[in-house]
């Protein structure tokens, strides 16, 4: 009887050894995959940022978008639009027409 006591006791052991080493192996393992998920090159927070970056690139891309839909539009308005091109040629050029006479104002300097 001593000896079938025994030889149960030692497989007991053996079977607690076996089922420590397959739980600190699964937990080794699971740690691996963890790590591996949110810290590898292309982890989880890797995925974060680069979601981030993609929403500042597609605002910045609307945004640019706008600009040229705007600039679309002001060149159309002066080859179309001969008002416009007058007030840009007065405004920016300093252009007069012929029979319009110039007067300018220089402001009196300041004094201490």
């Known amino acids: 009887m001593k000896r079938a006591n025994q030889r149960r006791e030692t497989l007991r052991a053996q ?63 002066v080859k179309n639009n001969p008002d416009v091109l007058e007030t840009l040629a007065r405004e920016r050029l300093g252009m007069v027409r012929k029979d319009e006479t110039v007067f300018l104002v220089v402001p009196e300097p300041k004094r201490p």
């Open 15 to 77: 079977q607690k050894r076996r089922w420590r080493l397959y739980v600190v192996g699964a937990g080794l393992l699971m740690s691996y995959f963890t790590y591996s998920f949110l810290f590898d090159s292309m982890g989880f927070m890797k995925y974060l940022s680069m979601k981030r970056t993609q929403a500042k690139m597609a605002e910045e891309v609307q945004a640019l978008q706008e600009k040229n839909a705007r600039l679309r539009k002001d060149i159309d308005a």
